[in-house]
């Protein structure tokens, strides 16, 4: 028997590779996603609107309001239950609703529904989804520890095209609906139009195959868009043709949270649309107290855009809301 002393010449001449570090923090599965995808997908993953002056901004809003700890108070008891929407959530993290989710992985929605399911944390999916919303309900609704499920819609230029997205979500056992208010036109996202970004073939949003095209305008403004956007009262219109709760996702100003509290909405989603849509719009964690000072108690709102630590989670619950969405983290970790 050979007896080395000291260093084994076998492992010398073939060194094991380093072993790989622990991701531990979001920045890590950046950066991976970003090693393992397209540069043009990761524009479009991580691009905002313009100068992205709101897309940095939302992130560091959050990181710049101190806590102020209490010391010596009791512990015993605590817990990250919450309630929303008539239900009690094991803690208070949704997954915001992200478009065409197989760029970052072969199985897309599908596979993030059910990594939210095992974690307890509710979903709001995309009308952009790349996979039908009938497959996703199916691989999750069963799973009695999972959160809410939620249809985010976003509005198109033919009513009965919305209804009938609609009463597909109900069919399929969606539990509300999300109309996404605050982007009547796509953002101007330089970074991503630098990038040439186009869905590969395969790739595209199965519910709008058959959407109907904008009408030929005469008024070139944006191309005609902004003449079918959707107003109040189609907010009105929608919950006269659902029986699900209807929650508005995208509202900044008090002013628009009040007159949305008047026509009974089921809650407010607090967003800027993660920087993407109109630059140099405020943060959410500036917009967030003073919707809710304008809105009470009473009615639910979630915020999003930026949130990355559990830090920021307490920091917006501090603030007045009542749970919390994730966007890009979750695309991420989807991607790495």
Known sequence: MNIFIGQNPAATACPMPPPTPPITA????????????????????????????????????????????????????????????????????????????????????????????????????????????????????????R??????????????????????????????????????????????????FAPPAGIHAVHLRDAPAPPAAADTYCAGLPAHAPTWDDVAWLQAHTHLPVWLKGVLHPLDARQAQGLGVAGLIVSNHGGRTLDTAPATATALPRVRAAVG??????VDGGIRRGTDVLKAMALGANAVLVGRPLMWALAA
Do not use: C, K
């Open 26 to 145: 979001l920045p890590q599965l950046a950066d991976l996603a970003r090693q393992r995808l397209d540069p043009a997908v990761w524009a479009f993953l991580s691009g905002g609107a313009a100068d992205e002056l709101t897309l940095r901004a939302s992130t560091q809003a959050w990181q710049e309001l101190p806590l102020w700890p209490r010391v010596l108070r009791p512990l015993s008891g605590g817990h990250t239950r919450v309630a929303l929407a008539g239900r009690e959530l094991a803690h208070p993290i949704l997954l915001a609703p992200v478009a065409l989710q197989r760029l970052l992985h072969p199985e897309g929605e599908w596979a993030s529904a059910l990594a939210a399911a095992a974690q307890g944390a509710g979903v709001i999916l995309s009308t952009q989804t790349s996979v039908p919303m009938q497959r996703v309900a199916q691989a999750v609704l069963g799973d009695a520890g």
């Open 147 to 196: 959160g809410p499920l939620w249809f985010q819609l976003y509005w198109q230029m033919d009513r009965g095209f919305n209804q009938a997205l609609v009463q597909q979500a109900e069919s399929a056992g969606f539990e509300a609906i999300v109309l996404t208010v605050d982007a009547p036109v796509q953002g101007v996202r330089d970074a991503e139009r630098q990038a040439g």
């Open 297 to 302: 108690a009473q009615l639910p709102l979630i």
